[in-house]
């Protein structure tokens, strides 16, 4: 009954369009998260899909597409976060945590100032994957498109820089720039994700598939493909989930990350344990 519910709705447009762009975003967020775990800016995505409630909710007063004014405003809005965050002498997560905060409240009063609140605050939580129209695909596969040339061409330099800045600077590495355009990155990606899981779940997204991955690669190469993989995977099956159980497609994508997230765990430590029983029997 389940299989045959989600091979019909496999059939349906609307549920091919929100399985690529669960693809798409998952892929994206789950590379682009190997590299923000590492460098430990985890609560900046955070701060950032906060702050995309702000953006959307600016949209809406003004009467625009709130797609398309989330983009800049998210660029623009990690920029000047990074801005702050390099010339405050404030603590990191202190500063993210009054940014994420207020942008919170200042969307929720914007939002209950607009007659379209009430109906469409769940969706702008917690995702509407399936509300994903064509424009939105093409934009998150153009997004995808940038971001996989991005890492292809940066990867030494990125990997330079998350493992020792300093070393980076003295080959000459232009880190300031690359910086700049890994942030601009992680605020689009996390932009154009908001569609799929929400401003709730968007940190989750993009942590948990690099966190998962940490524990199974060894070379950062792999790494870095393998969380963009998890990624994926955990939105095919999230969504095939969705469809079979009518659950939120959003809430259901991040369980699935989660669920691999702990069997990493469970198997890593069951090898631990075994690998350390082969040791000690030589000698007992």
């Given at each position: ?54 953006g959307i909710s600016l949209g809406i007063i003004r009467g625009l597409n709130p797609s398309v004014l989330l983009l800049p405003f998210a660029v623009v809005f990690a920029l000047g976060v990074t801005y702050l965050l390099e010339h405050t002498r404030l603590w990191t997560d202190a500063l993210l945590n009054i940014i994420y905060s207020t942008s919170l409240a200042i969307a929720v009063i914007l939002l209950s ?172």
């Open positions: 009954m389940m299989l045959e519910r989600m091979i019909d709705l496999l059939q349906l447009p609307f549920m091919q369009r929100a399985l690529w762009a669960g693809i798409f975003t998952g892929g994206m967020a789950g590379a682009l998260g190997s590299f923000t775990i590492l460098r430990q800016l985890s609560f900046f995505s955070d701060a950032l899909g906060h702050s995309a409630l702000l100032m607009s007659d379209r609140y009430q109906g469409g605050l769940n969706n702008l939580l917690f995702g509407d994957i399936l509300a994903v129209r064509p424009a939105d695909l093409i934009m998150s596969g153009t997004l995808c498109a940038f971001v996989s040339i991005f890492i292809l061409l940066t990867l030494r330099v990125q990997l330079l820089i998350t493992v020792n800045e300093a070393l980076a600077v003295a080959r000459g590495a232009a880190v300031g720039m690359q910086r700049l355009l890994f942030i601009t990155l992680l605020a689009l990606v996390v932009a154009v994700s908001i569609k799929t899981v929400g401003v709730l779940l968007i940190s989750a997204f993009v942590v948990i598939p690099a966190c998962g991955a940490r524990l199974w690669s060894r070379q950062f190469s792999h790494y870095v493909v393998l969380a963009a993989l998890v990624g994926v995977g955990s939105a095919i099956v999230g969504m095939l989930l969705s469809a079979g159980m009518n659950w939120p497609s959003g809430p259901s994508i991040v369980v699935c990350q989660l669920a691999f997230f702990l069997g990493s765990i469970a198997i890593n430590s069951l090898r631990g344990a075994w690998l350390y029983r082969g040791q000690k029997s030589p000698t007992s």
